[in-house]
């Protein structure tokens, strides 16, 4: 059995005469196209919203724009907020919907034709906006996403365009475009805002760091962090080593205004060089900490690619700080890569593109000395002074060891013989030697939570037999520890050299 299936305008023919169905059917569906477009007509659009406003075609009258870096974003809606107050309760703001996906856009093609826009572009809709962090604490200011701000400033009419950063549609700035009914007052407006957004800087006086993409945390390209504290107690160095880091940074810092009515200049760079683990990113700390009131950028590992965002930032907040951690990851010798590598010239360009009276320090923070390009470590103007932080010398070790203790009780009577035996090592290094011991003492005394752990000098002692024994070379290598020759294990010993057969 066989079925053959058949439209019904197979059935009816391709010219079969309209049924009486069919003209109703039609009716409706006038009726419906005619009611939408006659509901859309009393619909406001971007056009018909900024007209009224301005009283003036805005076709006829020039735009002004203001673009900030993405960080920018919650100076320039603190500026968006001091303005808005001051043009009381008639200023207005509209959101901005369809505009997702549609590429970049300004008040130009919002007031071009409405039909187009209307049903395809940015149109009316809701305000949309995005909390973003104002300090190191969790507070956040709620920043305009994308929207029309409308201001009456007496007989002049001003109105905003309002662009965060987007992603999704490929903008990395913020993009405000200003249109009056008297030009110039866009032009003052503009100026205004820009000087309210650098006065409102939530970045001045904090310590932040460039996110690892361009985005960042929560939407901000930069991220802060809480001020170290320290004190000089707790910064283990030689005297004069202490007195050569305090002096270059925070003697300049202190004695600012005196050095410049002095006719000296206040930029400087300091390089801290040494073996990993002797404490010059703990030195970095105690400056950071020292340096209350002024601005500080961190650059380290990925983010050093952020070098001309750090110095434009430490530029417009001085007194301003940058820190450049590991330097030589992008600051080594030319001839290593056979030429040029840009993150070391525009390293190079921004330090030396600061005004002599910029109160601004470069530290910088290298763990390879003798790789580091000369121009910078070596170049009047570049790197004032270079300071050696080495491994600690015994009296140094005796005062890290009482540092590391803290609320800890533990028996120091044979620490001369530990001292004795720890010689190169670094901080890092004694900080896990009393860790260690720490963990023997709560195995060997296994009491309740609440008992507190007493580390006994023999604790002291296995803890360091353990980290000396040869089993754990790499971990020693790991912590810093320099303790001359090289010990090796029996079976290294026994086994014939290798050839050289590659």
């Not at 059995?1 to 059935?11: C, H, I, L, P, Y």
């Not at 603190?78 to 703001?93: I, K, M, N, Q, S």
């Not at 720490?438 to 037999?465: G, H, I």
């Amino acid at each position: 059995m066989s079925f053959t299936v058949t439209s019904e305008s197979d059935a009816h023919g391709a010219d079969d005469p309209p049924r009486l169905a069919d003209i109703a059917r039609y009716g409706r569906y006038l009726t419906r196209s005619l009611a939408a477009r006659a509901r859309a007509a009393d619909q406001p659009t971007f056009r018909s919203i900024l007209t009224e406003h301005l009283a003036v075609p805005p076709s006829e009258l020039p735009i002004v724009l203001e673009q900030w870096p993405a960080y920018e974003h919650v100076n320039v809606q603190a500026a968006l907020d001091v303005l808005l107050t001051e043009h009381g309760p008639d200023a207005r703001t509209v959101g901005i919907a369809g505009h997702r996906h549609h590429g970049p856009f300004g008040i130009a093609d919002l007031v071009g034709e409405d039909s187009v826009h209307f049903h395809h572009g940015p149109r009316p809709g809701n305000v949309t906006t995005v909390a973003l962090p104002i300090g190191p604490r969790g507070a956040t200011r709620d920043c305009l996403r994308a929207a029309v701000v409308l201001l009456t400033a007496g007989s002049d009419r001003i109105a905003l365009l309002v662009l965060g950063p987007d992603p999704e549609s490929g903008s990395s700035s913020v993009n405000v475009e200003i249109i009056a009914s008297e030009p110039a007052r866009a032009e003052e407006f503009g100026r205004r805002l820009r000087e309210l957004s650098l006065e409102l800087n939530v970045y001045r006086g904090q310590v932040v760091s460039f996110g690892h993409h361009m985005f960042g945390e929560r939407g901000s390209l930069l991220q802060f962090h809480e001020r170290p504290t320290m004190t000089a107690d707790e910064l283990i160095l030689p005297e004069a080593t202490f007195a050569d880091l305090r002096r270059q940074v925070v003697g300049v810092a202190r004695n600012s205004a005196r050095l410049r009515a002095a006719g000296q200049h206040l930029k400087r760079g300091l390089l801290l060089y040494g073996p990993p683990g002797v404490g010059k990113t703990h030195s970095v700390r105690y400056l950071i900490g020292e340096l209350t009131g002024t601005t500080v950028v961190e650059l380290t590992g990925d983010t050093l690619h952020a070098i001309r965002e750090a110095c434009s930032v430490a530029r417009s907040l001085q007194p301003a700080m940058i820190v450049v951690e590991d330097v030589d990851l992008i600051a080594e010798e030319r001839s290593r890569y056979g030429g040029e590598t840009p993150l070391l010239f525009t390293l190079l360009n921004e330090m030396d593109g600061l005004d002599e009276d910029a109160d601004v320090v470069f530290l910088l923070t290298t763990n390879r000395a003798d790789l580091l390009e000369p121009a910078l470590a070596s170049r009047p103007g570049r790197v004032d002074q270079a300071v050696h932080i080495d491994l600690p010398d015994r009296d140094a070790r005796r005062r890290l060891v009482e540092l590391y203790r803290g609320s800890l009780a533990i028996d120091l009577s044979r620490l001369d013989s530990v001292l004795d035996r720890t010689d190169r090592v670094t901080a890092s290094f004694l900080k896990e030697l009393l860790r260690r011991a720490a963990v023997l003492a709560a195995e060997r005394d296994p009491r309740a939570d609440d008992v507190p752990l007493a580390v006994s000098a023999d604790d002291l002692d296995a803890a360091l037999e353990d980290l000396l024994d040869t089993r754990n070379q790499m971990t020693r290598a790991v912590l810093g520890y320099d303790g001359g020759p090289r010990t090796f294990a029996i079976d290294e010993l026994d086994e014939p050299d290798e050839p050289d057969d590659y």
